[in-house]
T-cell receptor, first 111, second 112 residues
């Protein structure tokens, strides 16, 4: 089954404790992206990757890191999480343009 | 700051009626436009995309694009309770097909 998977689905952590949210796709898509979704603000792009080893900033990259060492994986790293990073995070992948397939989401709470 | 604006809603329509959703965007260079549907607690899913001015129909859905007015809309004909969801407008910026901005979404409720 073609899909985008994210882990964990739910995470509660404390300020400053490094964490990684994994994202993996099995559709051989070149493009992957991370978004956060907050009430009233919609989806905002954090980082995106056009291919292995090629990443670029989206609209809200501060406080986040990404890497793309393999085509199928695109982890999101929060080196020192803060409460304002409490949000619902979505990973997405695409073959081209903006026709993106989204993962199930990761709900992160930073206390 | 490139922006995508949508009617805040919520939009309530009776079953069988037409639901009309609107979206405006700030960058005249935008090339590609998308409508995603998001059910409560679920991830967004693509329902329509449009690249050229005019109308594009897919089943009960019609997307309308007017680049001169920087306006894209979505019509849902014969609305069903299963159409109750939040609809997100998304826009690619200029020649960068991979940088995508979303509106905040319009929540639609179809009354049986």
């Amino acid at each position: 089954e073609a899909q985008v998977t994210q882990n964990p689905r739910y995470l509660i952590t404390v300020t400053g404790k490094k964490l990684t949210v994994t994202c993996s796709q099995n559709m051989n898509h070149e493009y992957m992206s991370w978004y956060r979704q907050d009430p009233g603000l919609g989806l905002r792009q954090i980082y995106y990757s056009m291919n292995v080893e090629v990443t670029d900033k989206g609209d809200v990259p501060e406080g986040y890191k990404v890497s793309r060492k393999e085509k199928r994986n695109f982890p999101l790293i929060l080196e020192s999480p803060s409460p304002n990073q409490t949000s619902l995070y979505f990973c997405a992948s695409s073959l081209d343009h903006g026709e993106q397939y989204f993962g199930p989401g990761t709900r992160l709470t930073v206390t | 700051q490139k922006e995508v604006e949508q009617n805040s809603g919520p939009l309530s329509v009776p079953e069988g009626a037409i639901a009309s959703l609107n979206c405006t965007y700030s960058d005249r260079g935008s090339q590609s436009f998308f409508w995603y549907r998001q059910y409560s607690g679920k991830s967004p899913e693509l329902i329509m995309f449009i690249y050229s001015n005019g109308d594009k129909e897919d089943g009960r859905f019609t997307a309308q694009l007017n680049k001169a007015s920087q306006y894209v809309s979505l019509l849902i004909r014969d609305s069903q309770p299963s159409d109750s969801a939040t609809y997100l407008c998304a826009v690619n910026w200029g020649s960068n097909d991979y940088k995508l901005s979303f509106g905040a979404g319009t929540t639609v409720t179809v009354r049986a």
